[in-house]
Each structure stands twice: as C-alpha cells, then as structure tokens.
C-alpha cells in the first residue's frame, strides 16, 4: 500500500492565483482530513469528510474548497491565493473500523504565496 | 471549545537523559488522547494513544498516561537517543469524529550525542 499520497511536494503561487492540492489514500478509509502547519501553531484542520459526498468545514476554512466524490480522492482548492496561506499542509485519512482512531498523514506540500 | 497546550520552547537534551514533555488539555466531553511525532522532512506518525482515563499508551520506550483529574497527558521516556529528535504532537479526538484531531502546537526535541 502506498498510504496516503499528496501531490505536489513544493509550490510556488502569485497572489490571486489558484491551484488544486492533490491528495489519495489506498487503505479505503471512510474520513479523510486537511490540515496546514504553522509555526508555533500546530496543525489545524481546514476542511474533512467522512465519505465520499460529504464534507464540512474544520476550524480554518476560509479559502479553501473541497469535494469528495470517490473514497479515495479528497483534493483541496485554493481559489485565489493570499500570502496568509503560505503554509504546509497536510492530508490525513482514518477509518471507524477497529476503534484505533488513529489518522494516516501525507508526506505534505509546502505552498509559498508571494 | 476544546484546545491542547504543550509546553513551551523547543527542548535539548544529551543521549540517555529524561525526557519529559508536558501536556494538558482542556475538553467539553471525554476524549481519547494522542502523541503524534515529525521526523525532519515527514509527515506526522502515531506514537501513542490513551482512550479513557487512567489508561497508559506505551510505543518505542515511550509513555503517556491520561489522567483526567489534572487534564493531562504528559510524554516520558527514560534514555532519549539521536534518533528521537523529532517534534511532537499532543492531540485529541472524539469517538466517532475520526477526522478531526485537535493539536497542541508542538514541541520541538534535540538530542545530542
């Protein structure tokens, strides 16, 4: 199994610009999570989805859209990129099976907003 | 809302020193609780949980018990190495909202040889 997968691993945006965050998970795990990092922050969850057709928000969600409309693929939107957003994020999948909780996490992109 | 503090400062310590990294949390229901850790250039891996109080997560030598009287979970491992130098995540999470965990944020560790 690959896990989970985030393409690409470095980009670089102009303000205004817009770009689409992949990442898929292998393991058929029914939630999957976005997060960005920042420093002395922590991670902090932007958007999640417990199936595919449903999502909500997480606790920063402004400039961000997802969908999801396979178990597999949950890609995140930036639709005009602000320098606020420069951050690494991170995808993360789990599955309610098991009771383990635990969360699966991508390697993470690395975005700059000049 | 619920929140996780870590204590402050990035942490260095010489091979085969205690190690402990504080942890406490505040809740509105009764979480389980997590130690992440990120390895330089990685992503975050589990390193331990805790699902109800008084239980002890336990992974490479290193621990956590949850103790809901003093809202805490503190990291403990008795002989660090080179290799733990890594940062570390406290987090928590609810039964049934397995895509949501709540970090603390971080806290950095350096072991020297």
């Known amino acids: 199994n690959a896990g989970v997968t985030q393409t690409p691993k470095f980009q670089v945006l102009k303000t205004g610009q817009s770009m689409t965050l992949q990442c898929a998970q292998d393991?058929?795990?029914?939630?999957m999570s976005w997060y960005r990092q920042d420093p002395g922050m922590g991670l902090r969850l932007i958007h999640y989805s417990v199936g595919a057709g449903i999502t909500d928000q997480g606790e920063v969600p402004n400039g961000y859209n997802v969908s999801r409309s396979t178990t597999e693929d949950f890609p995140l939107r930036l639709l005009s990129a602000a320098p606020s957003q420069t951050s690494v994020y991170f995808c993360?999948?789990?599955?309610?099976?098991?009771?383990?909780?635990?969360?699966?996490f991508g390697p993470g992109t690395r975005l700059t907003v000049t | 809302g619920d929140s996780v503090t870590q204590m402050e400062g990035p942490v260095t310590l010489s091979e085969e020193a205690f190690l402990t990294i504080n942890c406490t949390y505040t809740a509105t229901g009764y979480p389980s609780l997590f130690w992440y850790v990120q390895y330089p250039g990685e992503g975050l891996q589990l390193l331990l949980k805790a699902t109800k109080a008084d239980d002890k997560g336990s992974n490479k030598g290193f621990e956590a018990t949850y103790r809901k009287e003093t809202t805490s979970f503190h990291l403990e491992k008795g002989s660090v190495q080179v290799s733990d130098s890594a940062v570390y995540f406290c987090a928590l999470s609810y039964q049934g909202f397995y895509g949501k965990l709540t970090f603390g944020q971080g806290t950095i560790l350096t072991v020297h040889p």
């Open positions: 393991m058929n795990h029914e939630y």
């Open positions: 993360a999948s789990s599955s309610s099976s098991g009771g383990t909780y635990e969360q699966y």
